[in-house]
């Protein structure tokens, strides 16, 4: 019997898992109920990147499913209530109830988008402007009736059907009217501000311009917050502190991620489609991404002993989060042609490179030879590299690509708060936030292609190509030696430069990303025992 209550036991406890609807209806159940990512996020303890991934596709498992689950359900419950009990509303003889004052509301939305980006185009650094012929948006594929920067985008992010491709629009049903949304209120003169005195300055938030945008003074802190709370936690212990921060640096990453990215001009699309060669061809084997890694020496050194100093790139994956990073679904091309506007993967035929023997090759230390699929920093490196002002090597040849409409400054916040902290840190000789800064950047990096630890964004193509914008980074380094008359010697990883001579006047010495500090310094050659 004992058996037999264990295997009921088992079956009772192996249930089946709680259906959900499709993805576009979650985003509609949501949306309809007037609630940002972020407050559901909070509610389910998750972050909002992950609500965004289940309404792109992906489904959440265990117990956070039963609970987003019952949200939806109460969702739609909610809403068909609402629009059950809705009072009917006068409207023209032969057009459904709600009609005209939907149709109102659109137009005065329509008016103050078209205002908005009126002003937005008078020298705005959003760079808005409306469009006289729709055109598909680069985030989700379908029919955008402005441009932000040059790329054709909703303004509003509730008509951007951000799962990738273009989805067909869902069929209303007939059971479940939608309910009719308010008419905008049109603009009218403004209201006057509360009154002073210290009641009123309690209640209010301060802001500060940026732009044509104001954005709070007084952001928070998250790093500082999460230091302060870990040494709070075990009593003033920065060792302990440190391991426990480290160990949650990517839900914490991804956190500043989301912080950041408030208010910004696009959407990230944190589940896109990705075509096969940007997937494991194993289980445990890689894609067919060429990251440009260097791994070179210097062949030979002239007769004497030398000095040799190992310089040590500060914040190497730090400084290539400002990369060009596509926003949206990677689209194919074919031919010998490159869109600066776009950035993605590449299939490129290499050009020769003849100066081996000073300067490491650019497209890092491959032995095969032929095509190869290579990021944008290392195509755009190449074609730089063969251009009038530098002439070292043939324009590659370019023979087909996967590219989306770009820019490099999407993570460009999160970098920035992650280098003032790491900045401060030093200038406070404070080792938990230092390691704490590290260990984010390097793991969000490190995670956000196919890993089982950040669960929250899957760009594997945005790894490759930060991963590559260091390896470029320290190519320019290198040549930079090179250019200012010192010999180059060894090229290593994202952050290793062996050189030969005065290095102190080519580069500033720090901690500072901007600076380099010495690894080591040793001798070879003869009677130096290398």
């Known amino acids: 019997m004992t058996d037999f209550g264990a295997i009921d036991a ?33 509610a389910l303890n998750v972050s909002p990147s992950t609500v965004g ?7 959440p498992s265990g117990e956070v499913r039963e609970k987003y689950a019952y949200f939806l359900e109460g969702a739609r419950k909610k809403l068909a209530a609402a629009a059950a009990e809705a009072p009917a509303r006068e409207a023209p003889a032969g057009e ?24 937005n185009d008078e020298g705005g650094e959003d760079d808005v402007g409306a469009l006289t012929v729709p055109r598909p948006c680069v985030l989700c594929g379908q029919p955008a009736l402005h441009q932000v920067a040059g790329f054709p985008q909703h303004l509003d992010p509730g008509e951007c059907g951000t799962a990738g491709p273009a989805r067909e629009a869902a069929p ?31 209640r209010g938030v301060k802001v500060v311009p940026a732009g044509r945008r104001v954005r709070t003074a007084d952001t928070p802190d998250l790093i500082a917050a999460a230091v302060a709370q870990a040494l709070e936690a075990h009593s003033g212990d920065a060792e302990a502190a440190t391991r426990a921060l480290v160990k949650r640096a990517i839900p914490d990453a991804m956190a500043l991620l989301d912080a950041t990215r408030k208010g910004g001009r696009y959407d990230i699309i944190a589940y896109p489609w990705l075509p096969d060669i940007l997937r494991k061809q194993t289980a445990r084997g890689a894609d067919q991404i060429w990251e440009a890694r260097p791994r070179w ?52 035929t290499p ?13 890092g230390s491959r032995d095969e030879p032929g095509p190869l699929w290579v990021t944008e920093p290392t195509l755009r490196l190449l074609l730089r590299l063969s251009g009038p002002k530098y002439g070292l090597c043939d324009p590659p040849e370019i023979h087909e690509s996967w590219t989306s409409g770009a820019t490099e400054n999407l993570l460009e916040k999160f970098r920035v708060a992650l280098k003032n902290a790491r900045d401060r840190a030093i200038a406070e000789n404070d080792t938990v936030t230092l390691e704490y800064v590290k260990a984010m950047y390097s793991k969000f990096v490190s995670t956000m292609g196919e890993s089982n630890y950040n669960r929250e964004l899957y760009r594997t193509d945005w790894m490759h190509l930060i991963r590559s914008q260091a390896f470029v980074n320290l190519w320019w380094k290198a040549y930079r030696a090179y250019d200012e008359g010192l010999m180059v010697v060894r090229v290593m990883g994202t952050d290793e430069l062996h050189v030969i001579g005065d290095w102190r006047a080519v580069f500033p ?7 380099v500090k010495v690894k080591d310094v040793y001798t070879v050659g003869t009677g130096s025992g290398g």
């Open 53 to 59: 991934g289940w309404e792109s596709g992906r489904d």
């Open 297 to 348: 020496t210097r062949a030979e050194l002239p007769p004497g002993e030398h000095e040799v100093t190992a310089l040590d790139i500060n914040g190497a994956y730090l400084s290539a989060l400002k990369t060009h990073l596509p926003i949206g679904r990677l689209e194919h091309s074919t031919g010998n042609h490159h869109d600066r506007r776009r950035a993605g993967v590449h299939l490129i």
């Open 509 to 515: 010495e720090g901690r500072g990303v901007t600076e």
């Open 351 to 363: 050009p020769v490179w003849e100066h081996d023997a000073h300067l490491p090759n650019p497209i």
């Open 10 to 42: 088992l079956l009772a406890e192996a249930g089946r898992e709680v259906p959900l609807p499709p993805p576009e209806e979650r985003r509609a159940l949501r949306e309809g109920l007037n609630l940002s990512r972020a407050r559901l996020a909070q």
């Open 172 to 202: 209303a049903r007939a059971t479940e009217p939608a309910e009719p949304k308010e008419p905008a209120p049109r603009r009218g003169p403004a209201r006057p501000e509360p009154a002073g005195g210290p009641e009123g300055a309690a």
């Open 96 to 119: 459904p109830v709600g009609a005209a004052a939907a149709e109102a509301g659109a137009e005065t939305e329509r008016t103050d988008r078209t205002e908005q980006a009126g002003r």
